[in-house]
């Protein structure tokens, strides 16, 4: 919140967000969240009339959820239906659609960031085949509904990610979670270009790797690796046709709001996160993680692991390189037979931002960045 009648809106370009999670007490079936969605700051309150942020309303997401008690200031009870399965739920004749910038969706064993675009360019209040309700009409909606992510294990790498030290991120340990939104220019006012994650944990930066995807490398969330892609997998996705990381900019320019969460999965187990979905499928992407086809059962999950919880904390929000530790690197530039002046602003290690960037160490990548921003943005000029 921003204050008692408002919810905080973020701005991403050029930024990071970055916080410490521990994920150690979620199991199979469960998902501790943090996104965020472009929900109006005042919940609604101007445009409806009604109560808005003070009372936590005018959520939205890419999922364009039918079951929130109220959209738009009136209550969604029309044509309500109880869930089978959880006797807190339902679901009414509306949803509440935006665009949602997932960067964690996780459990201990799989985890993801996804970037979700939405063809409205705002909180928009869906019926009928506009929602894109599972089935024949999930990608016929407003909203891309699968997304575009970065998930280790259905990249091909099983050892990136999960419980023990034989992973590369152990998560039965904190894990510092820092999150970019890269824009083309190096500035607030650029195009959002890449959003990049990285991890530090035991005092060791670790970057994504680079995956072969349709043929091609690539280790961040960009239009060309969502492309490839959906190419690959053929699941549906359909970011691109949705906007792609142009509508996930405009969203960012409205201001988007920070939502945490830890839930479980009444549709499908929450199989998408940590095991193989569809279930026996053998589909490029369909393998998520080492669960059991027959795990997260919501009624399981919540009778025998009522204790879970995650723990987010350390949240820090700045321009890029302001909210990790450690030393501002220099780019060095190739060897040269005779002494080289001390470098001025317009001296680009590799001659363009991407080569500068290129050239950064992974321990101390972040500060690598600002410092190739600042010394190569007078090439473009």
């Known amino acids: 919140m921003k204050d008692d ?24 079936g469960l998902n501790g969240a943090l996104y965020f969605v472009q929900m109006d700051a005042d919940g609604g309150k101007s445009k409806y009339g009604n109560a808005g942020a003070q009372l936590g309303l005018g959520y939205c997401d890419a999922q364009c959820p039918h079951d929130l008690k109220f959209i738009n200031g009136e209550a969604n009870v029309e044509d309500w239906k109880p869930s089978e399965t959880d006797v807190n739920a339902g679901t ?35 019926e009928g085949t506009d929602c894109g309700d599972n089935g024949a009409y999930r990608f016929k909606g407003i909203c891309d509904k699968n997304g575009c992510d970065i998930q280790s294990y259905r990249l091909g790498n099983e050892k990136f990610f999960g419980p023990g030290s034989n992973f590369q991120i152990d998560s039965t340990k904190p894990i510092t979670v820092t999150t970019q939104f890269i824009t083309n220019d190096g500035t607030d006012h650029g195009k959002l270009a890449e959003v990049k994650q990285f991890y530090t944990q035991n005092g060791k930066t670790v970057e994504h790797p680079t995956y072969t995807v349709n043929g091609k490398g690539h280790k961040t969330i960009t239009d060309d690796f969502c492309q490839d892609w959906v190419a690959e997998t053929q699941d549906g996705t359909n970011f691109l046709e949705k906007g792609g990381l142009g509508a996930i900019e405009k969203a960012i320019d409205a201001g988007v709001v920070l939502v945490m969460s830890l839930w479980d999965d009444h549709y499908a187990n929450m199989l998408w996160l940590d095991s193989t979905y569809p279930v026996d499928s053998t589909d490029p992407g369909a393998a998520r993680g080492t669960c059991s086809t027959s795990s997260g059962v919501p009624a399981d999950v919540e009778s025998q692991h009522g204790d879970s919880h995650v723990i987010f904390s350390d949240i820090k929000f700045g321009p890029i390189g302001s909210t990790t530790d450690g030393p501002t690197p220099i780019p060095t530039p190739s060897p040269s037979p005779s002494p080289s002046p001390s470098p001025v602003p317009s001296d680009c290690p590799g001659g363009s931002l991407d080569a500068c960037i290129d050239l950064c160490p992974a321990s101390v990548f972040a500060e690598c960045v600002k410092s190739c921003q600042r010394r190569c943005l007078s090439t473009l000029v």
């Not at 701005?11 to 979620?26: A, G, H, I, R």
């Not at 665009?99 to 201990?108: L, P, R």
């Open 5 to 28: 009648y408002a919810y905080f809106l973020f701005q991403l370009k050029n930024k990071e967000f970055t916080y410490t999670v521990d994920d150690s007490n979620l199991g199979c």
């Open 92 to 126: 009414g004749k509306y949803g509440s659609c935006c665009t949602e910038i997932d960067i964690w969706e996780a459990n201990s064993i799989s985890t993801a960031y996804t970037m979700h675009a939405c063809s409205t360019g705002e909180q928009t209040r869906c």
